[in-house]
């Protein structure tokens, strides 16, 4: 039972999930356009990339939110969030690199597209993270029952 003043641990529901997965894909998705305009140079190919990372990246990140359901590992913290940010971008910059790679079909394009996402996507990432811990609709209290089997 929940001490007073003790907050009861949580979990998130796929409402929340789903919500995260888009605003992410907002940003992540105008981060990557931004990126790969300035590093081809050619505005079409920056948006056939963004376009079809906007269908990839929400499938995987929806999946990366639903594993990290099931570590209770200090579900409020900042370290959490930073290791979230990580694991999620190497997921991120697979992919990106990919796309890249099949959009352009050079190598050093996509190096570099990904290359810099590495760098700039962690630290959005990391801010999302922090902003949606902030929002308590879509959190779902842990039973009794469930603190005891986990």
Do not use: Q
Not at 41 to 58: D, N, R, V
Not at 73 to 78: G, L, R
């Amino acid at each position: 039972m929940a001490e007073a003043g003790i907050p009861k641990p949580r979990t998130a529901g796929h409402g929340r999930a789903v919500a995260k997965a888009i605003t992410w894909r907002i940003l992540g998705t105008l981060d990557t356009f931004l990126w790969s305009w300035l590093v081809t140079h050619h505005p079409m190919a920056a948006g056939a990339i963004a376009s079809l990372e906007t269908f990839t990246k929400i499938v995987l990140f929806y999946v990366h939110e639903r594993i990290w359901r099931l570590f209770k590992w200090a579900p409020d913290s900042h370290a959490r969030s930073i290791v979230k940010a990580v694991t999620w971008r190497l997921v991120g910059s697979t992919d990106t690199f990919l796309l890249s790679l099949l959009v352009t079909g050079n190598a050093v394009y996509a190096i570099s597209i990904a290359s810099i996402e590495a760098v700039t996507k962690i630290v959005l990432y990391y801010l999302h993270e922090r902003v949606w811990r902030l929002i308590s609709w879509g959190r779902l209290e842990m039973s009794e029952e469930k603190l005891r089997a986990s």
